[in-house]
């Protein structure tokens, strides 16, 4: 499999609360291969939070972090690397993942992102009165992006090995 990659990242995208960084952390481990979350990289080199850098910089300003840190990771090899919900929405970053990378769209349905986001207050953009109603607009707006990635796996609420077996069987 690793020879398959070709050098080729796996790389992990969807919404918030998908479960990315669970599923994309024991991929890495099953497989034998580094895991980066670029969320997890970006706050290291900022040394900041995500909701410090949106706080004090912005929404955009924060884009350009992203993307910066996954180019870096991508050119460095077979990786698994789990991306922040907005990564592959962007341009450029998602350009990128194309070409260097085997995306998976971890697809769940609103109410299990909503159950899971609920456990943690670290996503500025649900940072709202509603935050539901956000993550519906969410939904419909970065499906049609989401849905060109390689590989598409229903993440739903069963033993994460199940998720990961799935992902293992089609990358
Ligand atoms: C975002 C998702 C977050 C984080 C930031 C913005 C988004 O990552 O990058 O809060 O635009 O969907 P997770 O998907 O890991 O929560």
């Known amino acids: 499999l690793i020879e398959a990659l070709g050098g080729r990242s796996i790389v992990f995208v969807g ?22 979350d670029s969320d997890h990289e970006i706050e290291a080199v900022s040394r900041m939070t995500i909701p410090e850098i949106f706080e004090a910089y912005g929404e955009q300003e924060f884009r350009a972090l992203e993307q910066r840190v996954i180019l870096r990771v991508l050119e460095s090899g ?14 450029n970053t998602r350009a990128a993942i194309i070409a260097q990378g085997i995306s998976v769209w971890l697809k769940a349905d ?3 992102l909503m159950e899971r986001v609920s456990r943690r207050q670290n996503r500025p953009l649900l940072k709202v009165a509603d935050p539901r109603a956000v993550m519906a607009d969410l939904m ?30 089609e990358v």
């Open 110 to 112: 609103l109410n299990l």
């Open 140 to 169: 419909a707006r970065r499906y049609p992006v989401y849905e060109t990635a390689n590989i598409i796996i229903h993440s739903r609420d069963v033993q994460k090995d199940v998720i990961c077996a799935e992902v293992i069987e």
């Open 15 to 36: 919404l918030m609360g998908a479960g990315k960084t669970v599923i994309g952390k024991q991929v890495a481990a099953m497989l034998s291969l580094p895991f980066v």
């Open 78 to 91: 077979p990786q698994v690397l789990s991306t922040g919900g907005g990564a592959f929405i962007n341009e």
